[in-house]
C-alpha cells in the first residue's frame, strides 16, 4: 500500500510540473525542430549555391585556358556572374583573379583592372582581396598611374608587407623619388628574409638604383 501511496505522490508532482512547465517544452522543443529544419535548409542552399558557382568557375578556368576569339567575352560573362550572383563565395574572388590574369595576357588592360578593382574592394574577401590590390597596383603602374597605385599598396596586411613595400618602390622608382625607393625596397628586404627567392631580385634593383 505504501509503494503505491508513493507511485501515486510521484505521479501527482509529474502532473503538476507539466501544468506548469509543460506549454513551455513544448515551446522549446517545437523551436529547435523548426531551428534543425532552418539550418538543414540553409546548409542544403548554400551547397546548391557553392555547385553553381563551381560550374561558372570552371567555364571561366576553360575560356582562359583555351582562349579563342571570343575567350574575352567568355572570360568577362563568366566572371560578370560569379560577380554579382554569387559574390560572397570563394569562387568569385578567384574567378576574378583568373580573368584579371586571364585578360591582362589578351591585352584587354582595361578588363582586367575593372576585375581587380571589384576584389580590391571586397573586404569580406580577406585572403584574396590582399593579393587584387597588389596586382592592381602594378597594372596601374604599367599605366603609369602613380598615385592611384600607391593608393592601394596602403595599410597592408602583415603578411605582404614585404610585398607590399617592393611594389610601393618600383612605383616610387619611376617617379624618381630615388630615396623613397631605397627606402621602401630595404623595408621588403628586411621583411622577406635572406632566406626569401624574391630578396634577391628586390636587392638587384635597390643595388641597381645606387648604383644610378
Same mark, same amino acid.
Given at each position: 500500500? %505504501? !509503494?503505491?501511496? &508513493?507511485?501515486? &505522490? ?5 502532473? =503538476? ?13 517545437? $523551436? ?18 557553392? @555547385?553553381?558557382?563551381?560550374? !561558372?568557375?570552371? /567555364?571561366? &578556368?576553360? /575560356? ?6 571570343? =575567350?574575352?567575352?567568355?572570360? +568577362? *560573362? ?12 570563394? !569562387? ?9 590574369? %586571364?585578360?591582362? *595576357? ?6 582586367? @583592372? ?18 587584387? +590590390? ?13 598615385? /592611384? ?14 610585398? !607590399?613595400?617592393?611594389? @610601393? ?12 625607393? @631605397?627606402? %621602401? ?6 621583411? $622577406?628574409?635572406?632566406?626569401?627567392? $624574391?630578396?634577391?631580385?628586390?636587392? $638587384? ?6 648604383? /644610378?
Amino acid at each position: 500500500m %505504501a !509503494y503505491d501511496l &508513493e507511485e501515486q &505522490e510521484k505521479l501527482d508532482a509529474l502532473k =503538476a510540473w507539466w501544468a506548469r512547465y509543460g506549454m513551455l517544452v513544448t515551446i522549446v522543443v517545437a $523551436l529547435a525542430a523548426i531551428g534543425w529544419g532552418g539550418w538543414a535548409g540553409w546548409q542544403t542552399w548554400q551547397s546548391h549555391v557553392s @555547385r553553381q558557382a563551381m560550374g !561558372y568557375f570552371e /567555364a571561366l &578556368e576553360d /575560356a582562359a585556358r583555351i582562349g579563342g576569339t571570343d =575567350a574575352v567575352a567568355r572570360i +568577362k *560573362a563568366a566572371a560578370g556572374t560569379l560577380r554579382e550572383d554569387y559574390p560572397n563565395t570563394g !569562387y568569385a574572388a578567384r574567378g576574378v583573379l583568373v580573368a584579371a590574369q %586571364a585578360l591582362q *595576357a589578351q591585352n584587354d588592360l582595361q578588363g582586367a @583592372r575593372e576585375q581587380l578593382e571589384w576584389l580590391a574592394g571586397q573586404r569580406k574577401q580577406t585572403a584574396l582581396q590582399p593579393i587584387a +590590390k597588389l596586382r592592381l597596383a602594378g597594372l596601374l603602374l604599367d599605366q603609369k598611374q602613380y598615385d /592611384a597605385a600607391l593608393a592601394q599598396l596602403q595599410d597592408p596586411p602583415p603578411p605582404f608587407a614585404a610585398l !607590399y613595400a617592393d611594389r @610601393r618602390g618600383d612605383i616610387l622608382a619611376a617617379q624618381g623619388k630615388t630615396q623613397e625607393a @631605397r627606402a %621602401a625596397w630595404q623595408s621588403a628586404i628586411d621583411g $622577406l628574409g635572406a632566406a626569401n627567392p $624574391l630578396t634577391p631580385v628586390v636587392r $638587384l634593383k635597390l643595388d641597381a638604383l645606387s648604383g /644610378a
